[in-house]
């Protein structure tokens, strides 16, 4: 296993995926928010929350479905000792599984330190490659700010390989890991649904998904994907997070909260698909 470095991870797309300061961050959370008041009242969750599916695409295309996920854990009083934000690999670099082994990461407001004893506990492999481009765990930061005021750690977890077979391993391993541990953890599997298709072809894909998600199925999730060609970019995450919460609570809910697509933001015959997903215990 590569020798973990000591170092901070600089933010790689701050400028382009959200804004570089706090304030304009503040701004386009509130302002989804203010838009998205009704809808996300509309819900209420006692039970506890494991995790939740975030979209991890530009703030201004995706802000409307994100704060919904964040939102509902404020109002669960989230106190989290570690986010593990479960993502994609969109550079095709690095190993299977990995962790990005910086001590912190570079985020609006100042740096937010890495759960290294977490990572070290999972025994993953460690690539710096694998992240240092990479931006659907980066994205999730400015939100975590944002939504959470407590002091809380991060641990990004890169998968290059989205099968089951690596969903759950990983599902396992964390779920020891936090226990050993005795850590809170939250879980956020980074995914956006069906890239550049038109508005209802991408949604008829993303429904056959999204019924099987569910439905708790997790292993059909790849199988769906393979089957019907639906690019969702982290659908692995998303069976991370599936195997993850059954282990957690066999009983467990999934609350589609909000979807959307691009082009209600910018308007194309092409667009990219958004859905905000949150677990609950029974």
């Not at 990983?170 to 956006?192: C, I, M, Q, T």
């Not at 949604?203 to 769906?224: G, S």
């Amino acid at each position: 296993m590569p020798q973990r470095k000591s170092q901070i991870r600089p933010a790689a797309v701050k400028g382009m995926f959200y804004p570089g300061s706090m304030q304009e961050v503040r701004m386009i959370i509130e302002k989804a928010l203010g838009g998205e008041t009704e809808n996300i009242d509309a819900h209420d969750f006692s039970g506890r929350i494991p995790g939740g599916v975030v979209p991890h695409a530009g703030m201004v295309f995706c802000a409307r479905q994100a704060v919904h996920f964040f939102e509902h854990c404020r109002r669960a009083g989230l106190t989290p000792d570690t986010v593990v934000i479960i993502h994609p690999n969109h550079q095709g670099v690095g190993p299977a599984i990995s962790t990005d082994g910086h001590d912190a990461w570079e985020a609006p407001v100042g740096e937010v330190p890495v759960d290294s004893e977490l990572a070290d506990r999972m025994n993953l492999d460690v690539s710096v490659q694998a992240q240092e481009a990479e931006h659907s765990a980066e994205v999730m930061l400015p939100y975590l700010q944002y939504f959470f005021q407590h002091p809380f750690k991060i641990l990004s977890v890169n998968m290059q390989a989205q099968d089951a077979s690596h969903a759950e391993g990983l599902a396992e391993k964390l779920h020891d890991a936090e226990k050993k541990l005795g850590r809170d953890v939250l879980v956020v599997a980074s995914s956006d649904f069906s890239h550049f298709l038109t508005p209802d072809r991408s949604k008829e894909l993303d429904d056959k998904v999204l019924e099987v998600i569910l439905k708790k199925d997790a292993d059909r999730v790849e199988e769906v994907v393979k089957q019907h060609h639906v690019s969702v970019c982290g659908f692995g995450p998303v069976m991370a997070l599936m195997k993850y919460a059954a282990l957690r609570y066999p009983d467990y809910k999934v609350h589609l909260l909000r979807r959307g697509h691009s082009g209600e933001v910018r308007p194309s015959k092409e667009v990219v698909n958004y859905v905000s997903l949150l677990f609950e215990s029974a």
